[in-house]
C-alpha cells in the first residue's frame, strides 16, 4: 500500500488545475444505462472510483472507453442487459447504487447489492426505495440484495424526501425520466452535481425542470437518445486545493473555478482571514496575515457549508487563532481525521457531531493514517504547513477522489512524494 511523504515548506505560489467532480461523474455514468445509443462525457476524471463505476457497468453489459488518458468515457449499452449489480463490486463504492434507478427505468428490474456501511457511516438506502416505490417500484430485501421490479412500468408521481439525499434524488430522476406521467420530487437535493445530470439527461431527451431547486419536475418520455457531455468541475477538489495556500500562505490560482460553486465555504474562508477572487482563469486565493481566525462550521446539505469540505477546513482550523466549533450534520462519523491530527499536535475535543479545535502555532509532522477520502485529503493539507516530515499510509483512499495529488501540489511548491511499498 503506498504512501505519501510531504514536507512542511513555506509559501505556495502558482496554478492549479480542477478537474471534472468525481461526484457528478458517478451519476453521469449510469445514465448511460437509459439508452441505447452512446453517450460520451467529456472533462471526466482520472480516478479509481471512474475506474469501479466503469467495471460495474461492463458487468451489467454496457461498453465503456476511456479515451485520451481517462479525460473522455464513451459509453454505450445497446446489447443485452445483466440486472444484477454484484457486491463484489457494490461494497468498493456506494455510488454503484446510482444503477438501481436506470436498470428499472430500462428494464423493469434490478437486483442491486446493498453498499454496506463504510468508515464515515451506516449509509442506509431507505430514502432511494422509498423514492422508487412512490413510482411504482416493488422492492424488497434479500440475502443483503434489493431485488426491484415495476411490472407494466413506472409511473410518475409526486414524492417528498424526508431528507435531501443526494444520491435518491439521482436515481429518483434516472427513474422518473422514463416513466409514464409526470414525476415531482419535493425536497430534492440541490448539489451542482444534481444540476450537471438533469443537463446532461435533459441533452439525452429528458424534460426535466427545477434541478438545484428542492422542487424538481419530471415528465416522462419513451425513450432518451445519446448524448455528449462535459462533467461539471469538482467543487470540492476545487475547495480542497483553495486551503492549500490558505494553511502555507502564498498566492494560488484554482484554474476553472467558480465561486457559484463554493459560496458557503468561501464565506467562511473570509470570514477566517482568507481572501478570493473570482476572475477570468479562476479562483484566486491568498492568506493576509500570518494566522488565520478562528471560525464556527456547521456542515448542512447544499447550499450550505459541503460536509466533504469539513475535513480538510478542521486542517486550517487546527493552526488558527482562537477557537472553532465544527458541527457535522451529515455523517454521523465523519471526524476521524481528528485523532490523526491529535497525532500531529492538534488540539481537539470530539464529542458525538461536534468538533472543538484549539488553534495552535504549529503542527508537527508525523506518521499518520488515512481513514476515509476526505480524511486523508486532510492529513496531506495539514502537513503541508507542518514542522518536519508527514507520512501518510493507506493512501489508495486518496487515489479514490483526487487525481495526481502530488503532481498538482508539486506544482505550486509543495515538497510531496509518493512512496510505493
Ligand atoms: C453523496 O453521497 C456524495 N457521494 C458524498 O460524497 C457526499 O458526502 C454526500 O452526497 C452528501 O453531500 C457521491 O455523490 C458519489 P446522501 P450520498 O444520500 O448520495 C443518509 C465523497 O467524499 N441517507 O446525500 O450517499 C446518509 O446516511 C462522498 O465524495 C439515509 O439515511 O449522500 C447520510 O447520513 C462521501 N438514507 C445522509 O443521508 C438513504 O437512503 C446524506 O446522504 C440515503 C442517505
Redesign the pocket.
Known amino acids: 500500500m503506498d504512501s505519501i511523504l510531504v514536507r512542511g515548506n513555506g509559501p505556495l505560489n502558482g496554478d492549479i488545475e480542477i478537474a471534472g467532480a468525481?461526484?457528478a461523474c458517478?451519476?453521469l455514468m449510469p445514465a448511460t444505462l437509459l439508452s441505447d445509443e452512446p453517450l460520451t462525457l467529456t472533462n471526466a476524471p482520472r480516478l479509481s472510483?471512474i475506474k469501479t463505476m466503469t467495471a460495474l457497468l461492463a458487468s451489467l453489459g454496457a461498453e465503456v472507453t476511456a479515451l485520451q488518458d481517462g479525460k473522455v468515457q464513451a459509453m454505450s449499452c445497446h446489447g443485452e442487459i445483466n440486472p444484477v449489480a454484484d457486491y463484489e463490486i457494490v461494497r468498493k463504492?456506494?455510488?454503484s447504487?446510482?444503477v438501481l434507478g436506470p436498470l428499472l427505468a430500462r428494464l423493469g428490474h434490478a437486483v442491486v447489492s446493498l453498499p454496506g456501511g463504510c468508515a464515515?457511516?451506516?449509509?442506509?438506502?431507505?430514502?432511494?426505495?422509498t423514492a422508487l416505490e412512490a413510482l411504482g417500484a416493488e422492492i424488497s430485501l434479500k440475502d443483503g440484495y434489493l431485488h426491484a421490479k415495476a411490472a407494466g412500468g413506472l409511473k410518475g408521481a409526486v414524492h417528498k424526501m424526508r431528507?435531501?439525499?443526494?444520491?435518491?434524488?439521482?436515481n429518483f430522476v434516472m427513474a422518473a425520466s422514463l416513466a409514464k406521467g409526470t414525476s415531482v420530487l419535493e425536497n430534492a437535493?440541490r448539489?451542482p452535481?444534481i444540476v450537471d445530470l438533469c443537463d446532461c439527461l435533459n441533452k439525452m431527451g429528458a424534460q426535466i425542470e427545477g434541478a438545484g431547486t428542492s422542487r424538481i419536475e419530471i415528465q416522462g418520455v419513451d425513450r432518451l437518445h445519446g448524448a455528449t457531455h462535459p462533467v461539471v468541475t469538482d467543487r470540492?477538489e476545487l475547495g480542497t486545493f483553495m486551503l492549500a495556500p490558505a494553511i502555507c500562505g502564498g498566492e494560488v490560482t484554482c484554474l476553472g473555478g467558480k465561486l457559484s460553486l463554493v459560496e458557503s465555504f468561501v464565506a467562511k474562508l473570509e470570514e477566517a482571514g482568507i481572501s478570493v477572487e473570482e476572475n477570468a482563469r479562476g479562483l484566486t486565493v491568498s492568506r493576509k496575515g500570518d494566522r488565520v481566525k478562528a471560525v464556527d462550521v456547521t456542515t448542512e446539505?447544499?447550499p450550505g457549508f459541503?460536509?466533504?469540505l469539513q475535513a480538510q477546513m478542521m486542517a486550517l482550523l487546527c493552526t488558527a487563532e482562537g477557537t472553532s466549533v465544527l458541527e457535522e450534520t451529515?455523517?454521523?462519523n465523519r471526524f476521524m481525521h481528528a485523532p490523526e491530527l491529535i497525532r500531529m499536535g492538534a488540539d481537539i475535543e470530539v464529542h458525538g457531531g461536534h468538533a472543538k479545535v484549539h488553534g495552535v502555532e504549529k503542527l508537527k509532522g508525523a506518521p499518520v493514517m488515512a481513514t476515509?477520502?476526505?480524511a486523508s485529503v486532510s492529513l496531506i493539507l495539514a502537513g503541508l504547513a507542518a514542522e518536519g516530515e508527514t507520512v501518510v499510509s493507506r493512501v489508495y483512499h486518496l487515489d479514490r477522489?483526487y487525481e495526481f495529488i502530488e503532481k498538482k501540489l508539486s506544482g505550486i511548491g509543495a515538497q510531496i512524494e509518493r512512496i510505493q511499498s
Open positions: 468525481k461526484n458517478l451519476a472510483d463504492m456506494r455510488a447504487n446510482l464515515i457511516g451506516a449509509r442506509p438506502m431507505d430514502l432511494h426505495t431528507f435531501p439525499s443526494v444520491g435518491a434524488t439521482e437535493a448539489e452535481e470540492i446539505p447544499f459541503p460536509t466533504d451529515i455523517f454521523e476515509d477520502l476526505r477522489g
